[in-house]
């Protein structure tokens, strides 16, 4: 009986625990936004284009990504799959990673690249040593 009880009051303790932990923070949205521990990159120069026909894709990520063609576009509101790489077709990026990101213009994180520190956006990546859809990975770097 003394085992059955601290059991059901280790399986409460855990219940409790769980439920007691933070939301998640928030990540990549449409119209350009960026939450904290993320570097988020845009398909559109100026984080998307909201010209007369208007495009919202982004991506966020936590963590290095050695191939961004294995990664699809996010579109719109509803954050849905567009299936478009994002692999050679990133025009802007922000950073709120909380660290260094390093957009590299080849897989596997060789080539051309691009530091961003943690708070700074690039609004078009055409004037960046890894050039306007040009990465092809990117690389996390907390020190």
Not at 77 to 104: F, I, P, T
Request: with cysteine; charged share 20%; net charge negative.
């Amino acid at each position: 009986m003394g085992t059955i009880t601290r059991v059901a009051g280790a399986l409460a303790a855990a219940t409790t625990f769980t439920l007691a932990l933070p939301a998640a923070s928030a990540l990549a949205g449409p119209d350009g936004g960026c939450g904290k521990g993320v570097v988020c990159l845009y398909a559109y120069y100026g984080y998307n284009y909201d010209g007369a026909y208007p495009r919202d894709l982004w991506r966020d990520f936590a963590a290095d990504e050695p191939y961004l063609g294995d990664d699809l576009w996010s579109e719109g509101r509803k954050g849905l799959e567009s299936g478009r790489r994002v692999d050679d077709d990133s025009s802007s990026v922000k950073n709120h990673a909380g660290c260094d990101v390093v957009l590299w213009q080849n897989p596997f994180y060789t080539g051309a690249h691009s530091t961003f520190a943690d708070g700074r956006a690039d609004p078009f990546l055409g004037g960046s040593e890894v050039g306007n859809n040009t990465a092809s990975s990117l690389s996390i770097w907390c020190v």
